[in-house]
């Protein structure tokens, strides 16, 4: 059973950076593509990106596109993301997710996630 405690959030000024860490336990990381999710306040779960088992391939939503950056370690078990020219909009509780399946990719997280962590809060305000 995957485990995922995720960190770095806070409070950052609009075009300011953040970088969140996730960090992985339970199975070898290189087995799993990782993906990154948020949710703010009143507001649906989006997947904004997600990075493949060995890191050869990375995915974005369009909101996100250009200005985050997602990469992974896995000899340390994380994966990172690096949010840069944030806006308001970005604010959101952010957690990563996976499957408890070996060999999951990103595309089969946009049928189901199965394990996620409690996230780490982002808040962009001036």
């Known amino acids: 059973q995957l485990r995922f405690v995720e960190s770095g959030g806070g409070l950052v000024q609009p075009g300011g950076s953040l970088r969140l860490s996730c960090v992985v336990s339970?199975?070898?990381?290189?087995?799993?593509?990782i993906g990154w999710f948020r949710q703010a306040p009143g507001k649906e779960h989006e997947g904004i990106s997600c990075?493949?088992?060995?890191?050869?391939?990375?995915f974005y939503v369009n909101s996100v596109k250009g200005r985050f950056t997602i990469s992974r370690d896995n000899a340390k078990n994380t994966v990172y993301l690096e949010m840069n020219s944030l806006k308001p909009e970005d604010t959101a509780l952010y957690y990563c997710?996976?499957?408890?399946?070996?060999?999951?990719?990103?595309?089969?997280?946009?049928?189901?996630?199965?394990?996620w962590g409690q996230g780490t809060l982002v808040t962009v305000s001036s």
């Open positions: 997710a996976s499957r408890n399946n070996r060999g999951t990719t990103c595309q089969s997280l946009l049928e189901y996630l199965d394990v």
């Open positions: 339970g199975d070898t990381l290189d087995y799993y593509a």
């Open positions: 990075i493949s088992n060995s890191g050869d391939s990375t």
